[in-house]
């Protein structure tokens, strides 16, 4: 089990930007895919970005992309989302997860059951 805190949200006006971080217990992240989802109340959770081990490949739902960009530092054991041009819709919890799970990325990453580890969530508000 590997252990996840996720950083960086709060309070921000539509059309600006946050930078959600995940730092992770172990020093081998690595061996970790790695994952973005999202829960808004009396919603369940909804992918939001999910990226390989090694950064080689990464996907991000329809309604984030062009917007959002996830990103990792596998030697500093964190996980990013770069979140830009954000809208009130994008208000929920945000959950950092990680899976083993390595080789099965291609057919399992945008699914919550994929991932086994996950971190307590951040609050994201975007209101005026």
């Known amino acids: 089990q590997v252990r996840l805190v996720e950083s960086g949200g709060g309070l921000v006006l539509p059309g600006g930007s946050l930078r959600l971080s995940c730092a992770a217990s172990e020093d081998t992240l690595s061996s970790y895919s790695m994952a973005w989802f999202r829960q808004a109340p009396g919603k369940e959770r909804d992918f939001v970005a999910s990226i390989t081990w090694n950064s080689g490949r990464a996907v991000h739902a329809d309604s984030v992309k062009g917007r959002f960009a996830i990103s990792r530092e596998n030697a500093k054991n964190r996980l990013y989302l770069q979140m830009n041009s954000l809208k009130p819709e994008d208000t929920a919890v945000y959950y950092c997860?990680?899976?083993?799970?390595?080789?099965?990325?291609?057919?399992?990453?945008?699914?919550?059951?994929?991932?086994?580890?996950w971190g307590q969530g951040i609050q994201v508000t975007v209101s005026s």
């Open positions: 997860a990680a899976s083993r799970d390595r080789s099965g990325w291609y057919r399992g990453a945008m699914e919550p059951t994929f991932y086994d580890n």
